[in-house]
């Protein structure tokens, strides 16, 4: 296996970083999830779009240009022989001294590797889940924006604690106004009176690629799709209710906090919606020619 790391393809073994690099020392930094399907790296660009926005954000330079990153992502997916498999970029502030000050940091550090990535179990996607509403409450916008896709994801972890502690796979984060963010890595959906709708990202989400997908999916299916404010109350009382993530794709969900949703079964625009999505993702992308 080969890493990119800092402008080489270096083996898995060779790829490190210093124990000075403010990513770890302080989570300063960003990154990208991305899938490979059949050769076909999944919004490729609309993934290093957002990288590129994140990190224009925290005002971390990249050190090479946007379509160079494009570039060394493909690169690394063909270097890899990896036809289907999981793409996760980091970049990081890169090595400094012990301050958080990140003037300290020369050089960012850009990593690239692809792997494998550990799905959803398969019964998921036929049975759907059940979601608790974690107590953690998402970051508000107000202190650090939610559509940075930053090496900080505390918040999102002790969320996630929440669910496991409950024996769920997944949990609900709702933003300080007490409304539906997201869930932990994934956004959220439901339908209602042919109403796909989703949280606004000035709620608290992360403007998700699968979520973009879905709202264009859910259109040319003929739903109107709304980016809006949610409440729980939204949720109990939906018709249907799913998740989106690049790992997760779009996971059914059937309970929230014990509230069984629609008839208790995944619903059936899901099963519609996750049928285009699964036809989509492997035709649409950017194609790796492989040596
Ligand atoms: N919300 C949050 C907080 C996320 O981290 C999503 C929504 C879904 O966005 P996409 O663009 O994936 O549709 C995410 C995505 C990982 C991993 O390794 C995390 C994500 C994606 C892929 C892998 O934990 N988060």
């Known amino acids: 296996m080969l890493i990119y790391l800092n402008g080489k393809l270096v083996p ?6 210093s124990v000075y690099d403010h990513g770890l020392l302080y989570g300063d930094g960003v990154f990208e999830g991305i899938r490979v399907y059949e ?3 999944f919004r490729l660009r609309e993934h290093i779009e957002r990288l ?40 990081s502030r890169g090595v ?18 692809v792997d494998g990535i550990a ?28 559509r940075i896709k930053s090496l900080n994801y505390l918040n999102n972890i002790q969320a996630k604690i929440e669910a496991r502690r409950a024996g769920v796979p997944e949990a609900i984060m709702l933003n300080q106004n007490g409304r539906v ?15 796909l709708l989703t949280p606004d990202v000035t709620e ?15 259109k040319q299916i003929g739903y109107e799709p709304q980016e809006t404010r949610l409440g729980l109350h939204d949720l109990y009382n939906a018709e249907e209710c799913f998740l ?15 509230r069984g949703i629609g008839d208790g079964t995944p619903g059936a625009g899901t099963g519609r919606l996750l049928r285009a999505f699964r036809e989509l993702i492997v035709t649409d992308g950017v194609a790796v020619a492989f040596r």
């Open 96 to 113: 400094g001294d012990l301050g958080i000050d990140p003037a300290n940091c020369d050089v960012p550090t850009v990593i690239i590797i």
């Open 12 to 17: 898995k073994e060779e790829a490190k970083v």
């Open 39 to 41: 050769g076909n790296i």
């Open 204 to 218: 608290g989400a992360l403007p998700g690629i699968t979520r973009a997908t879905v709202l264009e999916l859910g």
């Open 119 to 146: 799905l959803y179990p398969p019964e998921f996607y036929d049975t759907g889940i059940s979601l608790i509403t974690a107590s953690t409450r998402r970051i508000p916008l107000e202190c650090l924006d939610p």
């Open 244 to 258: 989106t993530g690049t790992g997760a794709e779009i996971v059914p969900v059937i309970n929230v906090d014990g």
């Open 181 to 195: 963010a997201e869930c932990t890595a994934d956004n959220l959906f439901v339908i209602k009176d042919g109403k």
């Open 52 to 91: 590129y926005e994140s990190a224009r954000t925290i005002m971390l330079e990249i050190p090479m240009s946007l379509e160079k990153m494009i570039e060394a992502t493909v690169e690394t997916v063909a270097a890899n022989g990896r036809k289907d498999g999981y793409i996760r970029l980091v970049v």
